[in-house]
């Protein structure tokens, strides 16, 4: 069935590094591709996404890259700050007719920003 | 803002309670989802819902059932509560003309004893 793997499962940075956290999908007719934020005891909340004719978004520190043949999407944190601290899940969709609005949902990183 | 509001962010119940967890969504968005979140699990989808009326099995459905007789409305019930259903929950809703942005209610976890 459809499969979203995510990794690492958690990530320990110092601050004003960079974080990558990577998945892959198995579903080739998946098209969009968000990336949600969920900081401790609070609910998760959508940080950026892409679809399938983008191979790159930015939105300041943050970043998506996509890779349609391999099946890949990435998230980038660049200069992190200890703000960034959270667990990060990906998933994948199909969008568009007849869809019912499902994401399929990676395990989910746990990032540390240590100060 | 989208608001989702779940009834009860902290609940404990006995084995074999029936238990009805509540999802409210005001902004007319045709798809509703619940998941329940545990360590090391992620987000595991239970069941969800794409109109009133309708709801379709998720990845692990057993041991649960949904309502959603109004669209707002998306109801979980767990017909004899266990104590594997420890969980955090945590609702969803989402409108499928915005692509498939979810938004999230506060969680309800519960407990059974």
């Known amino acids: 069935g459809e499969n979203v793997e995510q990794h690492p499962s958690t990530l320990s940075v110092q601050e004003g590094d960079s974080a990558v956290i990577k998945c892959t999908y198995s579903?080739?007719?998946?098209?969009?591709f968000p990336w949600y934020k969920q900081e401790l005891g609070k609910r998760p909340q959508l940080i950026i996404d892409?679809?399938?004719?983008?191979g790159e978004k930015k939105d300041q520190r943050i970043a998506v890259t996509l890779n349609k043949t391999a099946k890949h999407f990435s998230l980038h944190i660049t200069e992190t700050q200890p703000e960034d601290s959270a667990v990060y899940f990906c998933?994948?969709?199909?969008?568009?007719?007849?869809?019912?609005?499902?994401?399929?949902f990676g395990q989910g990183t746990t990032l540390q920003v240590k100060p | 803002d989208v608001k989702v509001t779940q009834s009860s962010r902290y609940l404990v119940k006995r084995t074999g309670e029936k238990v009805f967890l509540e999802c409210v969504q005001d902004?007319?968005?045709?798809?509703m989802f619940w998941y329940r979140q545990d360590p090391g699990l992620g987000l595991r989808l239970i069941y969800f819902?794409?109109?009133?009326?309708?709801?379709e099995k998720g990845d692990i459905p057993e041991g649960y059932s949904v309502s959603r007789e109004k669209k707002e409305r998306f109801s979980l019930i767990l017909e004899s509560a266990s104590t594997n259903q420890t969980s955090m929950y945590l609702c969803?809703?989402?409108?499928?003309?915005?692509?498939?942005?979810?938004?999230f209610g506060a969680g309800t976890r519960l407990s059974v004893l």
């Open positions: 969803a809703s989402s409108d499928t003309r915005a692509k498939n942005i979810q938004y």
């Open positions: 579903d080739s007719a998946s098209n969009y």
């Open positions: 892409i679809r399938s004719n983008v």
């Open positions: 998933a994948a969709s199909k969008w568009g007719s007849s869809n019912t609005g499902k994401l399929i």
């Open positions: 902004m007319d968005h045709e798809n």
């Open positions: 819902s794409y109109d009133v009326k309708m709801k």
